[in-house]
């Protein structure tokens, strides 16, 4: 299971705090708005992720949980 970093861009005001909290994570674009960086949070950075969450103070920004593709061998 893979843990993305997410933000609803019409909730978020721009004053990237998120940014400041997490920047392994999260870069800002000229206006101040967040720019993801990667896909996969690294599980060391799983705490930080989940303190730029719970304090974005417009509910913007949110964790994804997303189901790791899995390889099934193939025979012949
Ligand atoms: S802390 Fe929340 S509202 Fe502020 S820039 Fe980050 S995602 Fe947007």
Same mark, same amino acid.
């Given at each position: 299971?893979?843990?993305?970093?997410?933000?609803? !861009?019409?909730?978020?005001? $721009?004053?990237?705090?998120? +940014?400041?909290?997490?920047?392994?994570?999260?870069? &800002?674009?000229?206006?101040?708005?967040?720019?993801?960086?990667?896909?996969?949070? !690294?599980?060391?950075?799983? $705490?930080?992720?989940?303190? +730029?969450?719970?304090?974005?103070?417009?509910?913007? &920004?949110?964790?994804?949980?997303?189901?790791?593709?899995?390889?099934?061998?193939?025979?012949?």
């Amino acid at each position: 299971m893979e843990v993305r970093l997410r933000v609803d !861009p019409v909730a978020c005001d $721009g004053f990237g705090h998120c +940014a400041e909290l997490a920047p392994e994570l999260i870069s &800002l674009d000229e206006w101040g708005y967040p720019i993801i960086l990667g896909e996969s949070i !690294p599980k060391q950075f799983r $705490g930080v992720a989940e303190m +730029a969450v719970n304090q974005c103070p417009r509910k913007a &920004l949110f964790l994804e949980r997303v189901a790791t593709p899995t390889t099934t061998p193939t025979t012949r």
